[in-house]
């Protein structure tokens, strides 16, 4: 037959999960500021890729109308 848990059972291992899952949210909130910071960075390079699109565009266009005119 099965132990039945007393109250201080159920307290320690309450006490060893609230540690746990302490240690478990700390680890979790380091790896959401490295998500943030590679997201912040991609962002970065995305609007400079899209700048010099545009610019590379806009210079091309200058070009073509100059020769045309």
Same mark, same amino acid.
């Given at each position: 037959m099965k132990k039945r848990l007393?109250?201080? +059972?159920v307290a320690a +291992?309450?006490?060893v999960s609230k540690k746990e899952n302490a240690e478990r949210w700390k680890t979790a909130?380091?790896?959401?500021s490295?998500?943030?910071?590679?997201?912040?960075s991609i962002n970065?390079?995305?609007k400079m890729a899209t700048f010099g699109v545009f610019s590379f565009i806009g210079?091309?266009?200058i070009a073509v109308v100059?020769?045309?005119?």
């Amino acid at each position: 037959m099965k132990k039945r848990l007393s109250v201080q +059972d159920v307290a320690a +291992d309450l006490a060893v999960s609230k540690k746990e899952n302490a240690e478990r949210w700390k680890t979790a909130f380091n790896e959401f500021s490295d998500i943030k910071q590679e997201i912040t960075s991609i962002n970065n390079t995305i609007k400079m890729a899209t700048f010099g699109v545009f610019s590379f565009i806009g210079a091309l266009t200058i070009a073509v109308v100059t020769v045309v005119i």
